[in-house]
């Protein structure tokens, strides 16, 4: 059974830099990209960016360019997702998700993990 | 960047009746490559359809997707109660990956 299972819930305080991670089993890590996606609350979802682990190639959308790194570590099979200088708006449910191709559709899907971004 | 608008925001209907979602696309899908996804509260979305008509692994068939180029639908034959939920396109023709802003199927 393929599985996402993302780490805990983070408060962290504006400016500062949070790093989430996605720990997968179930398939080869290197045979899917691995996306993350941001839901606000009571809002809908978008798309940030993706890592390939095979090549550690990285896509990243215009919103969040600047601010978003996403990783692979092949050895733990996890993918790693960090947003620097943080505001009150990255107050979200963060997503990981795997796709087959770079562009693709989501499935599955982690559990997601909520940020809290608050002085 | 390709927008996807959902219509209609709210849709109340009652458990057995018919849902019709749209999901417009700003320019040309190619190769219908417009997803469909179910969420319901504090839980991660899940794939329902791919390819614009293909039902996902374990997806019951009372899920139906259609449609070609700008224009999408998903149906949903007879509404069970686990089926209240929000439901949201995706387009994955191009990058960046865009999402509609979601239908929302409430019970009336």
């Known amino acids: 059974e393929v599985q996402l299972v993302q780490s805990g819930a983070e408060v962290k305080k504006p400016g500062a830099t949070v790093k989430i991670s996605c720990k997968v089993s179930?398939?080869?890590?290197?045979?899917?990209?691995m996306h993350w996606v941001q839901q606000a609350p009571g809002k809908g979802l978008e798309w940030m960016g993706l890592?390939?682990?095979?090549?550690?190639?990285?896509m990243y959308a215009e919103k969040f360019q600047g601010r978003v790194t996403i990783t692979a570590d092949t050895s733990t099979d996890t993918s790693y997702m960090e947003l620097s200088s943080l505001r009150s708006e990255d107050t979200a449910v963060y997503y990981c998700?795997?796709?087959?191709?770079?562009?693709?559709?989501?499935?599955?899907w982690g559990q997601g993990t909520l940020v809290t971004v608050s002085s | 960047e390709i927008v996807l608008t959902q219509s209609p925001g709210t849709l109340s209907l009652s458990p057995g009746e018919r849902a019709t979602l749209s999901c417009r696309a700003s320019q040309s899908v190619s190769s219908n490559y417009l997803a469909w996804y179910q969420q319901k509260p504090g839980q991660a979305p899940r794939l329902l359809i791919y390819g614009a008509s293909s039902r996902a692994t374990g997806i019951p068939d009372r899920f139906s997707g259609s449609g070609s180029g700008t224009d999408f639908t998903l149906t949903i034959s007879r509404l069970e109660p686990e089926d209240f939920a929000v439901y949201y396109c995706q387009q994955y023709h191009t990058s960046p990956l865009t999402f509609g802003g979601g239908t929302k199927v409430e019970i009336k």
């Open positions: 998700a795997t796709t087959n191709y770079r562009i693709g559709r989501f499935d599955p």
């Open positions: 179930g398939y080869t890590f290197t045979d899917y990209c």
């Open positions: 890592v390939d682990p095979e090549d550690d190639e990285t």
